[in-house]
T-cell receptor, first 109, second 112 residues
Framework: DAGITQSPRHKVTETGTPVTLRCHQTENHRYMYWYRQDPGHGLRLIHYSYGVKDTDKGEVSDGYSVSRSKTEDFLLTLESATSSQTSVYFC????????FGPGTRLLVL | GESVGLHLPTLSVQEGDNSIINCAYSNSASDYFIWYKQESGKGPQFIIDIRSNMDKRQGQRVTVLLNKTVKHLSLQIAATQPGDSAVYFCAEILKGGSRLTFGEGTQLTVNP
């Protein structure tokens, strides 16, 4: 997984609670991404970062925020989780070819 | 909008046969294409890429063909093995861009 770890790998939470997912890379890459993967929708970009403190929205950013205070970590926060955010979340790094982490399975009850 | 899509959602082949997975794209500004393999419960794994100035690229047991005239991309897997069973995605990047646009994927099943 190209030096990319995600934590937690599995999480069950309740509607309305905040959730933070962490992506950690050891490749010192500038570009990092958060995707969600759902049946029938494939991989969709939530947010991405092109450097420390430099982030931008993807196609499905509503309800999500991100932070990148250091090169190796990219955090995805669901401020108030909803059932529609039940999904598998993948972090990726790279410009051009992207390399993906192992994913986080999130269930919002 | 522009999109990347796949012709077939599922493909079933016999072990040892060759597999061909197809992908259509509609953006003529697409500059770079990537094939990923995703096994159950894992993240997508890079297989092979090709730039728009190429027609063909070969890797180990895999070949990607690009037909820009009809905006078609294919992944050929030689001597398909049970370990090749997975979902295969194509993805594109526009010239000068950094964001990937993914197709929905094709499920390849290899029968012993």
């Amino acid at each position: 997984d190209a030096g990319i770890t995600q934590s937690p790998r599995h999480k069950v939470t309740e509607t309305g609670t905040p959730v933070t997912l962490r992506c950690h890379q050891t490749e010192n890459h500038r570009y990092m991404y958060w995707y969600r993967q759902d049946p029938g929708h494939g991989l969709r970009l939530i947010h991405y970062s092109y450097g420390v403190k430099d982030t931008d929205k993807g196609e499905v950013s509503d309800g999500y925020s991100v932070s990148r205070s250091k090169t190796e970590d990219f955090l995805l926060t669901l401020e108030s989780a909803t059932s529609s955010q039940t999904s598998v979340y993948f972090c990726a790094i790279g410009k051009g070819t992207q390399y993906f982490g192992p994913g986080t399975r999130l269930l919002v009850l | 909008g522009e999109s990347v899509g796949l012709h077939l959602p599922t493909l079933s082949v016999q072990e040892g046969d060759n597999s061909i997975i197809n992908c259509a794209y509609s953006n003529s500004a697409s500059d770079y294409f990537i094939w990923y393999k995703q096994e159950s419960g894992k993240g997508p794994q890079f297989i092979i890429d090709i730039r728009s100035n190429m027609d063909k690229r070969q890797g180990q047991r895999v070949t990607v063909l690009l037909n820009k005239t009809v905006k078609h991309l294919s992944l050929q897997i030689a001597a398909t093995q049970p370990g090749d069973s997975a979902v295969y995605f194509c993805a594109e990047i526009l010239k000068g861009g950094s964001r990937l646009t993914f197709g929905e994927g094709t499920q390849l099943t290899v029968n012993p």
